[in-house]
């Protein structure tokens, strides 16, 4: 059973450009998304969360918008660079717990 | 936050041998997890390395197949055992630090089974 879905594997965005990452999830009771970011040969690194309780979270250049009632979130970059090329792993978990629920990632490129 | 050092980064090995992947972290931490990434799929949890005790392997592991050591709170090992090419993967080791929802990753160790 997958719990937390991202349905496309890449996305190609002109750098200055909006890039946006879907990602969709089955268990209501998870109470907090995060997203990762993954370089090549490097582990995940945490890059913004929010909690169930919000529908939007905002960080710099990045934003996760949060919907409950279609069980899907977003993660917005705004402007796009080239340094953003990455892999990006949507992920959701449970309060009081240490479990994290991943998705399949999504490989972004950001062209110059 | 926490920096994990994670190694072998990388290895290729003959089927039916087996493969141990070091994990150690800068400071103690009482929660450490072991991460398989297969080629185009998610990060899956393999287990929860517990200190002093067996660790706790998820639906579809058992510890045949991934033998865990956890001697202390800044160290555990994961063998990967008896391979065939189907465990070639992505194997990340991962900490939870207490208050914080986020989880560090090390660098991870990509196997190659031949």
Redesign the interface.
């Known amino acids: 059973d ?1 719990q ?1 879905k991202q349905n496309s ?1 890449s996305l190609s965005v002109q750098e200055g450009r909006i890039s946006i990452l879907n990602c969709d999830y089955t268990n209501s009771m998870f109470d ?1 998304f ?1 997203w ?1 970011k993954k370089y090549p ?6 890059l913004i ?1 929010i909690s169930s309780i919000k529908d939007k979270n905002e960080d710099g250049r990045f934003t996760v918008f949060l919907n409950k009632s279609a069980k899907h979130l977003s993660l917005h970059i705004v402007p796009s660079q080239p340094g953003d090329s990455a892999v990006y ?1 949507c992920a959701a ?1 449970k309060a009081g717990g ?3 629920i ?4 999504t490989r972004l490129f950001v062209k110059a | 936050s926490a920096v ?1 050092s ?1 190694k072998p ?1 990388r290895d290729i090995c003959q089927r039916g041998t087996s493969l141990t992947i070091q994990c150690q972290v800068d400071s103690q931490v009482t ?1 450490m ?1 072991w ?1 398989r990434q297969q080629p ?6 393999i287990a ?1 390395a517990n200190q002093g005790s067996e660790a706790t392997y998820e639906s579809g592991f058992v510890i045949d197949k991934f033998p865990i050591s956890r001697p202390n709170l800044t160290f555990s090992t994961l063998t990967v055992s008896n391979m065939s090419p189907e465990d070639s993967s992505i194997y ?1 080791c ?1 900490v ?1 630090l207490q208050g914080l ?8 160790t ?1 196997l190659t089974v031949v």
């Open positions: 997958q937390v594997p907090y995060l990762y040969a490097e582990g995940p690194t945490f969360s792993f978990k240490f479990k994290t991943f998705g399949a990632g | 994990i994670q980064s929660m997890f991460y185009g799929q998610s990060l899956t949890l929860t990340l991962s939870a929802t986020e989880a560090f990753f090390g660098q991870g990509r």
